[in-house]
């Protein structure tokens, strides 16, 4: 029924992602099957991004906009219940992936339609077909390693 499963980047991967995407103050940030949102979250906190998670579950969605609220970040968090090749997301500095291949494939042409130039997009462990990385980067977290892809996009 979903795109991919749910399985969340270990928060070390995440802080290594956004470091690697260079994220800045004010910068937005969006995280395509957002999860529980702890890409959103640790990019508001300790990055000072604005960001939107988009999540096709329901379960997760609700999940997320829960400690999203407990946490105070309504101002800088928004979280979307819905597909996310069904959402613009032109406003994007950043997307953040943790999809498979097979997604990343489809999901490229919007990709490339919609974000502009400069922007970046890191993906963990899945690469984007076509596309060649700025930089790759193996991380190892406790039982296995990630792989982090960060690609520009030109125009």
């Given at each position: 029924?979903?795109?991919?499963?749910?399985?969340?980047?270990?928060?070390?991967?995440?802080?290594?992602?956004?470091?690697?995407?260079?994220?800045?103050?004010?910068?937005?940030?969006?995280?395509?099957?957002?999860?529980?949102?702890?890409?959103?979250?640790?990019?508001?906190?300790?990055f000072g991004a604005r960001a939107v998670g988009i999540e096709i579950r329901k379960d997760l969605y609700?999940?997320?906009?829960?400690?999203?609220?407990?946490?105070?970040?309504?101002?800088?968090?928004?979280?979307?219940?819905?597909?996310?090749?069904?959402?613009?997301?032109?406003?994007?500095?950043?997307?953040?992936?943790?999809?498979?291949?097979?997604?990343?494939?489809?999901?490229?042409?919007?990709?490339?339609?919609?974000?502009?130039?400069?922007?970046?997009?890191?993906?963990?462990?899945?690469?984007v077909l076509g596309w060649k990385p700025v930089k790759v980067e193996d991380l190892y977290e406790e039982?296995?390693?990630?792989?982090?892809?960060?690609?520009?996009?030109?125009?």
């Amino acid at each position: 029924m979903y795109d991919a499963p749910f399985v969340p980047s270990p928060e070390v991967v995440v802080r290594r992602m956004l470091q690697l995407a260079e994220v800045k103050p004010g910068e937005v940030v969006y995280d395509l099957g957002c999860g529980d949102g702890r890409v959103l979250i640790i990019a508001a906190r300790e990055f000072g991004a604005r960001a939107v998670g988009i999540e096709i579950r329901k379960d997760l969605y609700e999940q997320c906009i829960k400690k999203i609220k407990e946490l105070g970040l309504e101002d800088r968090v928004k979280v979307i219940h819905g597909n996310f090749f069904e959402v613009d997301i032109s406003e994007a500095d950043v997307v953040f992936l943790y999809l498979l291949t097979s997604v990343n494939e489809r999901l490229r042409p919007k990709l490339e339609k919609e974000l502009k130039p400069g922007a970046r997009v890191v993906s963990h462990d899945f690469e984007v077909l076509g596309w060649k990385p700025v930089k790759v980067e193996d991380l190892y977290e406790e039982w296995r390693s990630h792989r982090i892809y960060l690609y520009v996009i030109k125009k």
